[in-house]
């Protein structure tokens, strides 16, 4: 069904506030600025801002609904004969290669993490973000492999996919925060990708380190 026009102006000005709010947060840092500015900078009422986003976190984390989602959409996204694991590990090279920001690795990824590091509020609220992504994930596992209930297979294997995911997105993270170029962070990320999803894939049994 097309958008309607009033669905259309909602979009629109739901939009315009977080592109506002999130310039505000880029230029002082999130703690410092009001939600009362934003709804100022925006040309709307603070209870308009709130009837757009629950919590001030929701409008830097504005997209949160699409990232709680992704992992699901991976799983759906399967081709035919495809495990989870390269399902994941093809999601994850791609966007590594389009600087997709759904693991931070778009331009301006390393700035947002400034933010969030710099806000404690933001941390706990990304936490629960992840942790409503791998519960979102292990719900879809389940419903696609159709798991008993009370298996925890499911989950387990959401928590170790999504724990990957979010290593390597850190490591990455660190190194754009310490100047480095794409390029070589790149490179680098995708080396250690395909070792983390070998691991994933094939197991932890052999995984000795050094013996002697």
Request: proline share 2%.
């Amino acid at each position: 069904m097309d958008e309607g026009l009033r669905e259309r102006k909602k979009r629109e000005t739901r939009e315009r506030i977080a592109d506002i709010a999130m310039g505000l947060f880029m230029a002082r840092g999130f703690d410092d600025v009001t939600v009362a500015e934003v709804a100022r900078a925006a040309d709307v009422s603070v209870n308009t801002v709130f009837n757009y986003f629950g919590t001030k976190e929701d409008l830097f984390a504005d997209r949160q609904d699409l990232a709680v989602d992704f992992p699901a959409r991976v799983v759906a996204g399967r081709e035919p004969g495809e495990s989870v694991v390269r399902a994941f590990r093809r999601d994850f090279l791609d966007a590594i290669d389009t600087r997709h920001w759904r693991y931070g690795f778009n331009l301006g990824g390393d700035v947002f993490a400034r933010i969030v590091q710099a806000s404690p509020s933001l941390v706990a609220r990304l936490r629960e973000i992840h942790a409503e992504r791998e519960r979102s994930l292990a719900r879809s596992l389940a419903d696609a492999f159709d798991a008993a209930p009370g298996d925890l297979t499911p989950h387990t294997v959401a928590a170790q996919l999504l724990a990957v995911t979010r290593v390597l997105q850190e490591a990455a993270v660190r190194q754009m925060l310490a100047g480095e170029s794409w390029e070589t962070i790149a490179a680098d990320l995708r080396s250690q990708a395909e070792a983390a999803f070998d691991l994933l894939e094939h197991g932890l049994g052999d995984y000795r380190g050094r013996t002697g």
